[in-house]
């Protein structure tokens, strides 16, 4: 058994108002609870799944197009596909599971029962995410991933973080924002019927969860927070699109298949395919920091330096 202690603190919130008191969040606990999929039976595994066809557009590859593409041989391509599919699913395993840990901390230490419902829920929803991922890969692909640097590092700061509403900010808005939106790029390009199927039933739950954050933040973030604190969650915030901006640049895999891999991470931080997937990302992350009064114009100038502050203007998440 391999696994890391994770220094945590936080209060536990034990609260006797057991009343209904956000209607909206109720709404969602009850939409949560009637959309419960069981991960053994509502999916066809009986698939054959083969990693070496094309399950993804090659075009998807970020090194596609270029003459490090053009002089692979059929097989190195083959083992390519492979390695980015498995590479790109065993970030969203890893991902899953620190979902897993950030929601089980949110029942404890969000102040208010209607969270806390909701937030059991979501807890079930990550355990099957993490059941369903690690099936496939172990299944299908034969073949995992560590977790990458970047995402660790996120999932570390957020994890070990003692206050209920950063976590909130870091899992429901920003890590949630982008995992919808990644699923929504692979269920849209996938060729591979099994992986679509999963990648449909796990975004409806997704979308739920970044709902959650922003129902949840809106007011607390508008009323309790001092002019430091909100500094500070401003500050975390653009550290953590930083990171999730180049969590996706594939280094593991380069290094491990022996390609160039500074000239690789150049490939992809440029490639168009890399482009598209991070438009998909962040147009749905920055409409709602700019709902939750994060988007200061300090933040405006860090989001533009990376490239995503022209998404502001579209429509918040909703469930």
């Known amino acids: 058994m391999s696994y890391q202690s994770i220094p ?3 209060p536990t919130a034990w609260t006797t108002d057991y009343a209904p008191a956000r209607d909206d969040l109720r709404a969602l606990y009850e939409k949560a609870k009637h959309e419960q999929w069981d991960g053994a039976t509502a999916l066809a595994w009986s698939t054959d799944v083969d990693p070496a066809r094309e399950n993804f557009p090659d075009m998807q590859i ?14 190195e391509k083959e083992n390519l596909r492979h390695h980015a599919m498995a590479w790109t699913l065993s970030q969203f395993l890893h991902g899953e599971q620190g979902a897993l840990m950030a929601t089980a901390q949110l029942v404890d230490a969000v102040p208010w029962m209607d969270a806390k419902l ?31 640097r970047e995402l660790k590092t996120l999932l570390e700061q957020i994890l070990g973080d003692p206050r209920w509403d950063l976590k909130y900010l870091g899992m429901q808005i920003l890590v949630e924002g982008l995992a ?53 969650r401003i500050e975390f915030t653009y550290e953590a699109c930083r990171l999730m901006r180049d969590r996706f640049l594939q280094r593991e895999v380069w290094e ?15 490639s168009p395919a890399m482009a598209e997937f ?19 114009p300090w933040l405006r100038d860090r989001f533009a330096e990376l490239g995503i502050l022209r998404f502001e203007h579209e429509a918040p998440s909703v469930a």
């Open 256 to 270: 491990r298949l022996g390609f160039p891999v500074d000239e690789c991470l150049e490939l992809t931080l440029h």
């Open 118 to 148: 909701y937030a059991a829920t979501q807890v079930v929803d990550e355990a099957r995410h993490v059941e369903v991922y690690e099936r496939y890969l172990r299944e299908k692909l034969e073949l995992t991933y560590p977790v990458n």
């Open 62 to 75: 970020p090194i596609y197009g270029t003459p490090l593409w053009t002089k692979l041989t059929a097989a």
């Open 180 to 232: 919808l939106a990644a699923f929504q790029f692979v269920h849209q390009m996938s060729r591979e019927p099994l992986i679509k199927d999963l990648t449909h039933h796990v975004m409806r739950d997704e979308a739920r969860h970044v709902a959650f954050g922003v129902m949840s933040l809106g007011d607390h973030f508008a009323t309790q927070l001092s002019e430091a604190e909100r500094t500070e």
């Open 8 to 10: 945590t603190s936080f």
């Open 278 to 296: 991070r438009r998909l990302l962040f147009m749905r992350i920055v409409p709602n920091v700019k709902k939750l009064g994060l988007l200061t």
